[in-house]
């Protein structure tokens, strides 16, 4: 039986665009086996000469029910009828308990799923910051190898995963909605401090005039946030996933600020900033996976854990034990242990 991973026929597939060699890679750099993530970076050393600054790649976040698919949808769809390869990043939810994800953002995309020049891959959270995927900066290097000149990178929810989705785009857009308490949040610097574009979305109906006074309100909170020089304000434009209205406005807005950031040579700056964020998460996540799969931290854990639970022991003991075992097990595997 054919390797379905091998090298030659997933790089060629992959630059030739085809939707199966595309779905078996980004499969194959998701994966946690080590001889999958060894044959993953042989794939990015090869796909290396075929990305660069020319995609434009969005993270699109906001509060839950503020239509983030639907308008992933709407402006996707729009997108390629003017021409461009949109790839669609969608990170969706992983329970906790069992680590299941429904995995439904295809079905609140129909429209832009039944396009040629589109592709969606939702993809399981795990159990990574803010509900990322590890993989998402790889899946976006296979996705621009394909050819694809927009990549949308859609967040969980408003949360830790702005941070990180915000470490891997060029822009960041934020969807509010008039009277949920959105525009409040301008004091609250945390999340607006990395928002680049905003849209106030289900702006149709009679929703219309809360969304436009949302949006002015919002403009003020924002110079607030952005009052230093150097900061450029962003824009606030009031929309409807479900009419069209301010989709063109909101994409121009976008592509402003990519020019922007081009002009001042801010891009090439945020990209070299990202893949040395990119080298710290994948050495954080190597050592936390190292230090589950050392056998001398297993035969402790369990024990561990249930002295913890009963208060034999605190967790601060227990970290110290765990360490010093994981430490004696690197020092007698040496780099066996680490296996990107």
């Known amino acids: 039986m054919p390797d379905p991973y091998a090298l030659d026929a997933l790089v060629g597939g992959i630059l030739e665009g085809s939707r199966p060699h595309i779905a078996r890679a980004i499969t194959l750099v998701e994966s946690k086996l080590p001889a999958h993530r060894d044959r993953s970076r042989e794939l990015l050393r090869e796909l290396a000469t075929h990305t660069g600054t020319d995609t434009v790649r969005v993270g ?13 949808d709407a402006l996707g769809t729009r997108l390629v009828d003017a021409g461009h390869k949109v790839g669609v990043l969608a990170v969706d939810p992983s329970s906790s308990r069992t680590g299941g994800s429904i995995l439904g953002d295809r079905t609140r995309m129909g429209e832009l799923a039944s396009r040629e020049n589109a592709y969606i891959r939702p993809s399981p959270s795990g159990n990574h910051l803010g509900g990322v995927a590890r993989a998402t900066r790889e899946s976006m290097l296979i996705l621009e190898g394909a050819g694809f000149d927009v990549i949308i990178v859609e967040t969980v929810g408003v949360g830790q995963s702005e941070v990180a989705v915000s470490g891997m785009v060029d822009t960041f857009l934020m969807l509010a909605l008039a009277r949920s308490g959105d525009q409040l949040q301008g004091i609250k610097r945390g999340i607006l401090e990395m928002v680049d574009v905003i849209g106030v979305n289900k702006a149709d109906g009679d929703r219309e005039g809360d969304a436009r006074v949302a949006a002015r309100e919002m403009r003020i909170a924002m110079k607030l946030i952005s009052s230093a020089e150097e900061h450029r304000i962003p824009q606030v434009l009031p929309c409807s996933a479900y ?4 989709l063109d406005e909101l994409w121009k807005a976008v592509l402003d600020h990519r020019a922007d950031l081009e002009a001042s040579g801010g891009l090439a700056t945020r990209r070299a900033q990202q893949q040395v964020d990119w080298l710290w998460a994948m050495a954080e996540e190597e050592v936390r996976s190292s230090l589950h799969r050392s056998e001398s931290v297993q035969a402790v854990r369990a024990g561990l854990e249930q002295q913890i639970a009963s208060g034999q022991l605190s967790a601060l003991e227990g970290v110290q034990e765990l360490l010093s075992r994981w430490r004696q097990d690197v020092i007698n595997s040496g780099a066996e242990l680490f296996r990107l």
């Open 60 to 72: 699109i976040s906001g509060v839950p029910g503020a239509g983030k698919s639907t308008f992933i």
């Open 243 to 246: 009419t069209g209205m301010g």
